[in-house]
């Protein structure tokens, strides 16, 4: 059974750095693509950016380029999101989820998705 | 930058069918995929490739994608169906695109 566990909640404050995670089991993690994918309070779906985790190559959208960074660490099947400097828009939901190819391929699709991890930034 | 354009609401009354429109510029001319995202929940794809149900999908759901826009379409509609439904597509300049979600009441 293919499964995206995330990290847990986080609270924290405006200027401090977050790195939240994503680890995939019941497939071959290093074949597929991982994205990561904001949610902020009530508000829809946004696309941050994909890995692939075999080679770490990463694509941003234009929207999150140079606000966070995202990595992977193949050895323990898990994905990264990270910010070096927080701010309170950053509050949201974030989820990872994989892609159903292992192609970076406009037939690809999210077929699982993690749980989801919340992230407050509040002073 | 690409934009999948999506109403914010629409109603169906039970058993009668739904339509959800997503439109952007010659989207017919790609893919498209939908999500459901339920209150407190992870989203789930109910269509990809304009018009394939994934396994566990029921048959109710069905999807269409022609021009410039994409239609999900639920056939019969149950209170179960109630939720947040977003269309997907890939664009050379943003990659991946969602639209920006159209909440299902059903009353």
């Known amino acids: 059974e293919v499964q995206l566990v995330q990290s847990g909640p986080e609270v924290k404050k405006p200027g401090e750095s977050l790195k939240i995670s994503c680890r995939g089991s019941g497939y071959s993690f290093t074949t597929y693509w991982i994205g990561w994918v904001r949610q902020m309070p009530g508000k829809g779906l946004e696309w941050m950016g994909l890995?692939?985790?075999?080679?770490?190559?990463?694509m941003y959208s234009p929207s999150f380029q140079g606000q966070v960074t995202i990595s992977a660490d193949k050895s323990i099947n898990t994905a990264y999101l990270q910010w070096s400097s927080l701010k309170a828009s950053d509050t949201a939901m974030y989820f990872c989820?994989?892609?159903?190819?292992?192609?970076?391929?406009?037939?690809?699709?999210?077929?699982?998705w993690g749980q989801g991890t919340l992230v407050t930034v509040s002073s | 930058s690409y934009e999948l354009t999506q109403p914010p609401s629409v109603s169906v009354s039970p058993g009668q069918t739904a339509s959800i429109t997503c439109s952007g510029d010659?989207?017919?001319?790609?893919?498209a995929f939908w999500y459901q995202q339920k209150p407190g929940q992870s989203p789930v794809v109910v269509i990809y490739l304009d018009s394939k149900r994934p396994s566990g999908i029921p048959e109710r759901f069905s999807g269409s994608n022609s021009g410039n826009t994409a239609t999900l379409t639920i056939s019969g509609t149950q209170a179960m169906d109630e939720a947040d439904y977003y269309c997907?597509?890939?664009?050379?300049?943003?990659?991946?695109?969602f639209g920006g979600g159209t909440k299902l009441t059903v009353l």
């Open positions: 997907q597509a890939w664009d050379r300049s943003t990659d991946v695109v």
């Open positions: 010659i989207l017919g001319h790609k893919y």
């Open positions: 989820a994989k892609l159903s190819s292992g192609s970076y391929s406009s037939t690809a699709y999210f077929d699982h």
């Open positions: 890995i692939y985790p075999g080679d770490s190559h990463t």
